[in-house]
């Protein structure tokens, strides 16, 4: 079975600020991970996915996230918040052959300026 | 290359019809995917379907709901006599092949409210 936990709803920032969305994972296999953001009124788009290799991935934007097997974690972060980086971003895992991922609830990033 | 098409956007029903939203996956896309999102739940998983064939409805409630993908024409996500809880945004996704590693394409969403 495999589960994704979001921690945080909402996570508010300053324009420039560092950002930090915390994704943990539960699988029983290696997982593939990944990072989609939702800008409002649109579909998801990729940011940027763990498969094997480098544990340290760089996404689109400014994005990057590091898989820690040890602490079940795949945290998003950005060293410094932009306006246009508000919207919605969902986590998600796939692993032990499934081919349908399992997305987390999301969390709302708000930017202040 | 157009992206994943789905329509409408927005779609109003009242309780007891039908509502049947449409996905057209990318081009060379044989894998489709529909969620539903509902507020603070995130996107929970419906159904997965290749064409002709459904592969996985583990998420698809078992009354009302069904979805088709035939060989020709878009992906059909169906639901009769709708009621207020199928009031949701309802994405589809597609994929070029099944794999482990493989990111999924979005579409916009169809917005249902059900009165």
């Known amino acids: 079975a495999q589960s994704v936990t979001q921690l945080g709803s909402h996570v508010s920032v300053s324009e420039g600020a560092l950002v930090l969305l915390r994704c943990n994972y539960s699988?029983?296999?290696?997982?593939?991970l990944f990072w989609y953001v939702q800008y409002p009124n649109q579909g998801l788009q990729l940011l940027l996915k763990y498969t094997t290799g480098a544990t340290l991935v760089k996404g689109i934007n400014g994005f990057e996230a590091e898989f820690k097997k040890s602490e079940t974690s795949f945290h998003l972060t950005k060293p410094s918040a932009h306006m246009s980086d508000a919207a919605e971003y969902f986590c998600?895992?796939?692993?032990?052959?499934?081919?349908?991922?399992?997305f987390g609830r999301g969390t709302s990033l708000i930017v202040h300026p | 290359n157009a992206g994943v098409m789905q329509n409408p956007r927005h779609l109003v029903r009242r309780r007891g019809q039908e509502a049947r939203l449409r996905c057209s996956p990318m081009k060379g896309h044989s894998h489709v995917y529909w969620y539903r999102q509902l507020p603070e739940e995130g996107l929970k998983f419906m159904v997965y379907l290749q064409k002709e064939n459904i592969i996985d409805e583990s998420g698809m409630p078992k009354e009302r709901f069904s979805a088709e993908f035939p060989k020709e024409g878009p992906s059909i996500l169906r639901i009769q006599q709708v009621v207020r809880g199928d009031s949701a945004a309802y994405f589809c996704a597609s994929s070029p092949i099944s794999r482990e590693g493989e990111k999924l394409f979005f579409g916009s969403g169809t917005q249902l409210s059900v009165l």
């Open positions: 699988s029983s296999v290696p997982p593939y």
């Open positions: 998600a895992v796939k692993a032990g052959g499934s081919y349908i991922p399992t």
